[in-house]
């Protein structure tokens, strides 16, 4: 089983950066599927980036490709959204997630997952 925590969230203006970060509990971090979802207010879940099981493959939403970009440091167990050029569309809680499974594509579909973490707010300013 693996615990995950974000951070990093917050207000920003438009056209700003933030960096979150998700930190995972466990040894066999880097056997996890990892991925970054979003939920706006009255609206469901959605899927923003994500990498396969070996970390070799990424994937994006199109709302969010050249802006965001998913990478990980196995041997801190974290996995990062770096998010530019933020628009007040991106505001939403962000959630990072974990599925205990080699997929060989990244994972884009929430049930998916496995272990989700408690999420870190993001507001944009326009």
């Known amino acids: 089983q693996v615990q995950l925590v974000e951070s990093g969230g917050g207000l920003v203006q438009a056209g700003g950066s933030l960096r979150l970060s998700c930190a995972a509990s466990g040894r066999t971090f880097r056997r996890y599927s990892m991925g970054w979802f979003r939920q706006a207010p009255g609206k469901e879940r959605d899927f923003v980036a994500a990498?396969?099981?070996?970390?070799?493959?990424?994937s994006y939403a199109d709302s969010v490709k050249g802006r965001f970009t998913i990478s990980r440091d196995n041997a801190k167990n974290t996995v990062y959204l770096q998010m530019n050029s933020l628009k007040p569309e991106d505001t939403a809680v962000y959630y990072c997630a974990a599925a205990n499974r080699v997929a060989v594509t990244p994972l884009s579909i929430d049930r998916e997952y496995d272990y989700w973490g408690q999420g870190t707010q993001v507001s944009v300013s326009s």
């Open positions: 990498f396969s099981w070996s970390g070799s493959s990424t």
